[in-house]
Nanobody, 122 residues
Framework: QVQLVESGGGLVQPGGSLRLSCAASGSISRINYMAWYRQAPGKERELVANIGRDGTTKYATSVKGRFTISRDNANNTMYLQMNSLKSEDTALYYC????????????????WGQGTLVTVSS
């Protein structure tokens, strides 16, 4: 019923920038919560940043000051601007959303994207 499609990953040199996007489609009434997670090889998935519907944001300590999460409610899209990238930022990045469906009765879903790979290397 709802699909999340990430884009924007790729190979970048240390110190470079990338912008990830996560577009939601389907029978969506609204998206209450949006977040980016990442999983590096051999490590557990970790929360990178999240943003509420009111725009309130929270960041992992490791990315604070370098990454910026934002959302476009009109287009059901979330972004992650990543600056000053480091080799330790290399990971598969996933978007995660809590989506309220356009159904009766109202129903909410936890939805994950398929992931986009970010590789930071010289």
């Amino acid at each position: 019923q709802v699909q999340l499609v990430e884009s924007g990953g790729g190979l970048v040199q240390p110190g470079g920038s990338l912008r990830l996007s996560c577009a939601a489609s389907g029978s969506i009434s609204r998206i209450n919560y949006m977040a980016w997670y990442r999983q590096a090889p051999g490590k557990e998935r970790e929360l990178v940043a999240n943003i509420g519907r009111d725009g309130t944001t929270k960041y992992a300590t490791s990315v604070k000051g370098r990454f910026t999460i934002s959302r476009d409610n009109a287009n059901n899209t979330m972004y992650l601007q990543m600056n000053s990238l480091k080799s330790e930022d290399t990971a598969l990045y996933y978007c995660y959303e809590v989506v309220v469906l356009r159904t009766v009765p109202v129903k909410a879903l936890d939805v994950w994207g398929q992931g986009t790979l970010v590789t930071v290397s010289s």
